[in-house]
């Protein structure tokens, strides 16, 4: 990174390794999210099944409208450093 005289380019660079990472482990919350659902679904028997299956269930497709949003925030910061650095590359 101290090699990329670009200040812009740098910015770039760790803005995108953030977001994509802070993505990645979004996806990781979500997978945990339909295992407990998962699981819950098929372990528990009491009383209150059915309501707290739908409690999880309203849990787990709220999480997924928030990943959906925030699934076009890191393929557009990929394409902004992308084009810098062609941009750098050809000075």
């Known amino acids: ?3 990329v005289p670009d200040e812009e380019l740098r910015r770039l ?10 993505h990645i482990y979004s996806l990781q919350v ?3 999210l339909l295992t ?4 819950f679904a098929v372990m ?3 009383d209150n099944h059915e ?3 739908g409690e999880k269930k ?3 497709m709220n999480y997924a409208v928030q990943l959906r949003h925030r699934d076009v925030q890191p393929e557009r910061h990929v394409r902004e450093l992308i084009g ?3 941009e750098w590359l050809r000075l």
């Open 1 to 3: 990174m101290g090699k």
């Open 13 to 22: 660079i760790v803005t995108t390794y953030a977001r994509a990472k802070g």
């Open 30 to 32: 979500n997978n945990a």
């Open 36 to 39: 407990d659902f998962t699981n």
């Open 44 to 46: 528990h028997r009491g």
């Open 51 to 53: 309501e707290i299956l």
């Open 58 to 60: 309203k849990i787990l």
């Open 84 to 86: 810098r650095a062609d």
